[in-house]
């Protein structure tokens, strides 16, 4: 049987661009070469698609060496397409690069995450691992997920969104609607972003008002939440349409919050997995894990994680990662180990649901006809 071409997508305009170069890293040493042909394809920061020989090299080092690529649009070409220049600067040259059977992109955040890159993928009719459209922008927005979470009645904390637009023009009245949400603490982070950047614990009206700036830096829509005394409980997810979780983990941040800084920097964060809960408690979390991303029509995977009330031991969903951090020491991959599925037996089951959602999808119709002119032929 020939190989099947896996095109691992990272890097991307988001400023999470560095931590998905270090999921990617770990993806690459772990896919089994002698199932799969590895395509590289690098994305800037300035959104430039590269692909060629250690592209990942290429973009930590910000070197050169690489080609640029294309993917069109239009279904049937399978393809990344290299282009470049001709005689006349007017003129483009392109040849197709690099045949590739399924797509597996580890754009953590924006113009990747949220449903943009997958929108691409689905006009192109290109199988790719993960969640579509759908699920990736509900899963990337705080703000619509939370609404979703209570139309599905799911425990979520107390919330409210503002525009950047009203925090440079009228703070004051952005900060007596935070106050309005609960006491002190709060926290802001930016609508549609994750890995915890732009996210800040505000204690007082100081915080808050520092918080909210430094959100909005990131997305024009903020968050303002009800800051919980909490364990962080979080829940991998795996699967289409009948998904299954895993044993939960703990995360014992190393700051006063999971920050950006305390996942990937200071390396003193500590997991405990499985996590230390009750019978009964493990089992809520799995169920509503699994409810989360059936409300989102998830698909491939997810991470949801949870805040454990520690005065109440309520357990509310504080989010959804449709495609979650794959670095050595990221809670999705170690979940699924500690249930009994190795690292590279993971991957191999999320590009089968990628081509499995494909076939899925390539199903419907395009074009309008009858159920009785249909049934004629």
């Not at 649009?73 to 197709?96: F, M, N, Q, T």
């Not at 409300?295 to 949870?306: L, S, Y």
């Not at 500690?338 to 993971?346: E, F, K, M, S």
């Amino acid at each position: 049987m020939p190989k099947v071409r896996v095109g691992v997508m990272f890097g991307g305009r988001s400023g999470e661009h560095e931590v998905s170069l270090m999921s990617a890293a770990s993806i690459l040493s772990r896919l089994d070469r002698g199932k799969y042909d590895i395509v590289e394809i690098g994305i800037t920061h300035q959104g430039q698609w590269i692909v060629g020989e250690g592209v990942l090299a290429a973009l930590k080092q910000r070197a050169s060496g690489v080609r640029r690529a294309l993917l069109f649009p239009e279904p049937g070409s399978r393809g990344l397409w290299g282009y470049e220049a001709a005689g006349d600067p007017k003129d483009i040259v392109l040849h197709l690069a690099d045949r590739i059977d399924i797509l597996f992109p580890i754009l953590h955040g924006t113009f990747g995450e949220d449903g943009t890159l997958q929108g691409l993928l689905e006009l192109a009719e290109m199988p790719y691992v993960g969640a579509g459209v759908l699920a990736s922008s509900v899963g990337m927005d705080k703000g619509l997920f939370k609404d979703l979470m209570r139309a599905y009645s799911i425990p979520v904390p107390e919330y409210a969104l503002v525009l950047r637009r009203d925090i440079e023009r009228d703070m004051q009245g952005v900060v007596r609607k935070a106050e309005a949400v609960a006491p002190y603490p709060l926290f802001t982070k930016p609508a549609n972003l994750g890995s915890s950047v732009g996210v800040s614990r505000c204690a007082n009206r100081s915080d808050l008002s520092e918080g909210l700036l430094d959100a909005a830096r990131y997305d024009r829509r903020v968050l303002i939440e009800r800051g919980i005394n909490a364990r962080e409980i979080e829940v991998s997810v795996l699967g289409n349409d009948d998904p299954r979780a895993s044993l939960p983990g703990e995360v014992i941040p190393s700051r006063e919050f999971y920050s950006y800084e305390s996942k990937y920097i200071d390396d003193s964060s500590r997991l405990i997995i499985p996590a230390p809960l009750t019978p009964e408690k493990t089992r809520e979390a799995q169920d509503l894990a699994v409810r989360v991303c059936k409300a989102i029509d998830c698909a491939g995977m997810a991470r949801v994680d949870f805040l454990l009330d520690r005065d109440s031991q309520a357990l509310w969903v504080n989010e959804a990662n449709t495609l979650p951090g794959f670095t050595q020491i990221s809670m999705y991959p170690k979940l699924w180990e500690a249930t009994g599925i190795p690292y590279p037996q993971l991957l191999d089951k999320l590009i089968e649901l990628g081509f499995q959602r494909h076939a899925e999808n390539v199903r419907n119709e395009r074009s309008y006809e009858s159920a009785s002119s249909a049934a004629k032929h």
